[in-house]
């Protein structure tokens, strides 16, 4: 079993910026393809960015690009979403993701969930 755990979440202003931060539980992480998603009430969970196994191979949602960047340390067993220029469409639960990865590809798909942490961008 996988635990991840996100934090970095806060209420801020449009513009500023966070850095939302996932341990994952298993000291073998670096197999493991990573993804950040969102949600607001009464919505479905949206793919925001995704990092494959070494951290080589990135992909994000269209919404996202150019403002957020996602990395990862796998000595720390640790993957971050570095979010920039903040806009009030951007709050939302953040979670993190994981699955175990036989090829160093993006992932569409998880099958590990964090509990998520909250976004709030004030205008």
């Known amino acids: 079993q996988v635990q991840l755990v996100e934090s970095g979440g806060g209420l801020v202003q449009t513009g500023d910026s966070l850095r939302l931060s996932c341990v994952v539980s298993r000291r073998t992480a670096s197999t493991y393809a990573m993804g950040w998603f969102r949600q607001t009430p009464g919505k479905e969970r949206e793919f925001v960015a995704a990092?494959?196994?070494?951290?080589?191979?990135?992909h994000y949602a269209d919404s996202v690009k150019g403002r957020f960047t996602i990395s990862r340390d796998n000595a720390k067993t640790t993957v971050y979403l570095q979010m920039n220029s903040l806009k009030p469409e951007d709050t939302a639960v953040y979670y993190c993701?994981?699955?175990?990865?036989?090829?160093?590809?993006?992932?569409?798909?998880?099958?590990?969930w964090g509990q998520g942490t909250q976004v709030t961008v004030s205008s």
């Open positions: 990092i494959s196994r070494s951290g080589g191979n990135t």
């Open positions: 993701a994981a699955r175990y990865a036989f090829h160093d590809d993006i992932i569409r798909e998880y099958n590990y």
